[in-house]
């Protein structure tokens, strides 16, 4: 992994875990968000972008974005998802809100959705004495969703290769 991808995802991971980002706000005063307005992310990446590709092919397909003023490059069209690249292949993506997996799950769903979604989930604690998030880690065979939580709500969704979402967890990097 590229040293500015680990500190691209150190300095994300540090900021969500510092500001609480990735919720949406909840409540009667709040509207809803359309229908439809959010995208679902697989286990295989986004339709036009899946794990595996290279930083290259996805540039020349007009997909992967350098130039944008953002900690690292960008998915056109996917301002709520940040690509990691490892050996100059796709291998997580980071997600916002209003990214959401097949099932339905998204930054702000409560943890107990993601758990009756997820049965199978592995429960990883924050280490002791850090200001990081928790994670449900979902695998099936070699991706899987990683979910980070503070013990209440989602606060963001890591997707792709599981090794990948493990190691970031384990060493506590973020997308920027």
């Not at 691209?8 to 909840?26: D, K, M, Y």
């Not at 490059?73 to 292949?89: M, N």
């Not at 928790?134 to 209440?152: E, K, N, Q, T």
Request: a negative charge; aromatic letters at 8%.
């Amino acid at each position: 992994m590229k040293s500015r991808q680990f500190g691209f995802i150190a300095a994300l991971l540090v900021a969500a875990s510092a500001t609480g980002s990735g919720v949406r706000p909840q409540g009667p005063d709040v509207a809803a968000r359309p229908v439809g307005a959010a995208e679902v992310v697989s286990l295989n990446g986004l339709r036009n972008a899946e794990f595996g590709a290279t930083e290259d092919d996805l540039t020349r397909r007009g997909l992967l974005r350098t130039d944008e003023d953002a900690c690292g490059p960008t998915l056109a069209g996917h301002g709520s998802v940040s690509p990691i690249f490892v050996d100059d292949r796709l291998v997580l993506l980071w997600l916002d809100d209003p990214m959401t997996t097949p099932e339905g799950i998204s930054a702000g769903t409560p943890v107990g959705e993601v758990r009756a979604a997820y049965p199978g989930a592995a429960a990883l604690p924050a280490p002791p004495g850090s200001h990081r998030f928790a994670g449900l880690l979902a695998r099936d065979g070699d991706r899987g969703y990683l979910f980070l939580h503070d013990g209440v709500t989602v606060r963001k969704i890591i997707v792709g290769y599981a090794d990948w979402a493990r190691r970031l967890f384990d060493e506590g990097y973020g997308p920027c």
